[in-house]
């Protein structure tokens, strides 16, 4: 098994390396950044630059797109307010720049089909708890992963974590099982690993295989890693992280700055997934599992039909800003279709995704419910009684109480659709412009 399990990591790898594409990349970055820099020094901006993520450290894994991240590190002598105008007046000279809102607003640029630079504005610290945002953290994250392998970004000798080629591979191929199975990003509308917190578990487990097998065997209890050993002990942890950062089934210790977990954000449905699914590569090993799986509505629709049962693709849309704002209000919105649906049918089977834009599709396969029993008031509210009575025709009393029966005589198309003309006020409070029934 383990000779098995060693050809298929190194024909994923020869997959996932992009070194004829990086020497591409690193060419349009270098004149990216010899006109920031100079823009910078001519409007006499107290700013340096440079480039962070997974191209910084080498780990970056091959694409359709790659996104790489430049900062424009501004000195602490100017306020938060002043990095927004100041960003857009160093590019002044790039006109198809987008500005993209989040916690701090960033730009992106478009450079060619595979490359697009994000600018992220970020104010220099010296010491984390100087930190107004985390983004003003990446340039720490950088130094301290990092190989000296990439004469465009940070390096430090005194941490140089990635020592050899075979850990940067090892880092590679985490990072391309994540995202095979939907659990890479951080997002909202993912929740679950960030590329740093990937960077920090493989080189506190060393390999992929032995953080897929450490991961996989994990019980109920907190995984909880200190790879610097900056506290005593886990109760210490336990003690001293805001208890917002507690949540997540992993603890991860940011090295550089040990009052952060770099897990926070990994749900535990995402975390039980990732484990589910390193169990089935362990046992039953394949190059697929690296692979990104469309899903096979057709194939998914037939079964259902086979069996009785109904299949609905539905499309909602936003209105909200692409990226992980649209994607977490379109997920959030999910989720509350979910249990708006439960009542009145047994979901056999469903799946959301989402394409990066302002619009998602999800799928349900349901079997209708025979009857539903709704609960009303007491029976000596009199007022309320009258009130249920005329909203339902079937009712009975007990235990003190009047109850409704309601057969379920409609589709699940026909509740998607009657829900809708029900609900547009609901719609528009969860930024909602459109939803409706595609198949």
Same mark, same amino acid.
């Given at each position: 098994?383990?000779?098995?399990?060693?050809e298929?990591?190194k024909?994923?790898?020869?997959?996932?390396?992009?070194?004829?594409?990086?020497?591409?990349?690193?060419k349009?970055?270098?004149?990216?950044?010899? =006109?920031?820099?100079?823009?910078?020094?001519?409007?006499?901006?107290?700013?340096?630059v440079?480039?962070?993520?997974?191209?910084?450290?080498?780990?970056?894994?091959?694409?359709?797109?790659?996104?790489?991240?430049?900062?424009?590190?501004?000195s602490?002598? @100017?306020?938060?307010?002043?990095?927004?105008?100041?960003?857009?007046?160093?590019?002044?000279?790039?006109?198809?720049?987008?500005?993209?809102?989040?916690?701090?607003?960033?730009?992106?640029?478009?450079?060619?089909?595979?490359?697009?630079?994000?600018?992220?504005?970020?104010?220099?610290?010296?010491?984390?708890?100087?930190? $107004?945002?985390?983004?003003?953290?990446?340039?720490?994250?950088?130094?301290?992963?990092?190989?000296?392998?990439?004469?465009?970004?940070?390096?430090?000798?005194?941490n140089?974590?990635?020592?050899?080629?075979?850990?940067?591979?090892e880092?590679?191929?985490?990072?391309?099982?994540?995202?095979?199975?939907?659990? @890479?990003?951080?997002?909202?509308?993912?929740?679950?690993?960030?590329? @740093?917190?990937?960077?920090?578990?493989i080189?506190? @487990?060393?390999?992929?295989?032995?953080?897929?097998?450490?991961?996989?065997?994990?019980?109920?209890?907190?995984?909880?890693?200190?790879i610097?050993?900056n506290?005593?002990?886990?109760?210490?942890?336990l003690?001293?992280?805001?208890?917002?950062?507690?949540?997540?089934?992993?603890?991860?210790?940011?090295?550089?700055?040990?009052? $952060?977990?770099?897990?926070?954000?990994?749900?535990?449905?995402?975390?039980?997934?990732?484990?589910?699914?390193?169990?089935?590569?362990?046992?039953?090993?394949?190059?697929?599992?690296?692979?990104?799986?469309?899903?096979?509505?057709?194939?998914?629709?037939?079964?259902?039909?086979?069996?009785?049962?109904?299949?609905?693709?539905?499309?909602?849309?936003?209105?909200?800003?692409?990226?992980?704002i649209?994607?977490?209000k379109?997920?959030?919105?999910?989720?509350?279709?979910?249990?708006? =649906?439960?009542?009145?049918?047994?979901?056999k089977?469903?799946?959301?995704?989402?394409?990066?834009?302002?619009?998602? $599709?999800?799928?349900?396969?349901?079997?209708?419910?025979?009857?539903?029993?709704?609960?009303?008031?007491?029976?000596?509210?009199?007022?309320?009684?009258?009130?249920?009575?005329?909203?339902?025709?079937?009712?009975?009393?007990?235990?003190?109480?009047?109850?409704?029966?309601?057969?379920?005589?409609?589709?699940?198309?026909?509740?998607?659709?009657?829900?809708?003309?029900k609900?547009? $006020?609901?719609?528009?409070?969860?930024?909602?412009?459109?939803?409706?029934?595609?198949?």
């Amino acid at each position: 098994m383990k000779k098995k399990i060693n050809e298929i990591l190194k024909k994923v790898l020869q997959k996932i390396n992009c070194e004829d594409k990086n020497l591409l990349i690193k060419k349009e970055l270098r004149i990216f950044l010899q =006109t920031i820099k100079k823009e910078i020094s001519s409007k006499k901006i107290q700013a340096e630059v440079f480039v962070g993520g997974s191209f910084a450290k080498s780990t970056v894994i091959n694409k359709k797109i790659h996104d790489i991240d430049v900062f424009i590190r501004f000195s602490n002598k @100017y306020e938060e307010k002043d990095f927004q105008h100041l960003t857009k007046n160093i590019l002044s000279k790039y006109k198809d720049i987008k500005m993209v809102h989040g916690s701090r607003d960033y730009y992106q640029l478009k450079v060619n089909d595979f490359l697009v630079i994000e600018i992220v504005p970020v104010l220099k610290v010296n010491n984390p708890k100087q930190a $107004r945002n985390i983004t003003d953290l990446s340039y720490s994250h950088v130094r301290y992963v990092r190989s000296k392998t990439n004469s465009l970004a940070p390096y430090s000798k005194r941490n140089k974590k990635i020592k050899s080629k075979k850990a940067l591979d090892e880092i590679k191929l985490a990072k391309a099982f994540c995202e095979a199975k939907g659990v @890479y990003g951080a997002e909202s509308y993912i929740k679950g690993f960030s590329g @740093y917190s990937l960077e920090l578990l493989i080189i506190h @487990y060393k390999t992929f295989m032995n953080f897929l097998k450490k991961i996989s065997e994990a019980g109920k209890d907190k995984i909880i890693i200190d790879i610097e050993k900056n506290y005593k002990n886990k109760n210490q942890i336990l003690m001293d992280l805001n208890e917002s950062k507690l949540g997540s089934p992993i603890i991860l210790i940011d090295p550089t700055y040990k009052q $952060r977990n770099a897990l926070a954000a990994l749900s535990e449905e995402s975390f039980r997934k990732f484990q589910e699914d390193a169990k089935k590569f362990i046992k039953n090993p394949s190059e697929k599992d690296f692979e990104i799986q469309k899903i096979d509505l057709e194939k998914i629709k037939k079964q259902a039909q086979k069996k009785k049962l109904e299949f609905s693709l539905i499309e909602i849309k936003t209105n909200k800003q692409e990226g992980d704002i649209a994607g977490s209000k379109l997920l959030k919105f999910y989720n509350h279709f979910t249990k708006e =649906t439960t009542p009145f049918f047994e979901i056999k089977d469903r799946g959301f995704n989402y394409n990066n834009k302002k619009s998602s $599709r999800f799928f349900f396969v349901a079997k209708a419910k025979k009857e539903i029993i709704s609960e009303g008031p007491l029976l000596k509210d009199k007022k309320n009684v009258i009130r249920f009575k005329k909203a339902h025709k079937k009712t009975f009393n007990k235990n003190g109480k009047i109850f409704a029966k309601q057969n379920i005589n409609f589709s699940l198309n026909q509740f998607v659709n009657h829900w809708k003309k029900k609900n547009s $006020r609901k719609l528009k409070e969860m930024d909602i412009i459109d939803l409706k029934v595609v198949d």
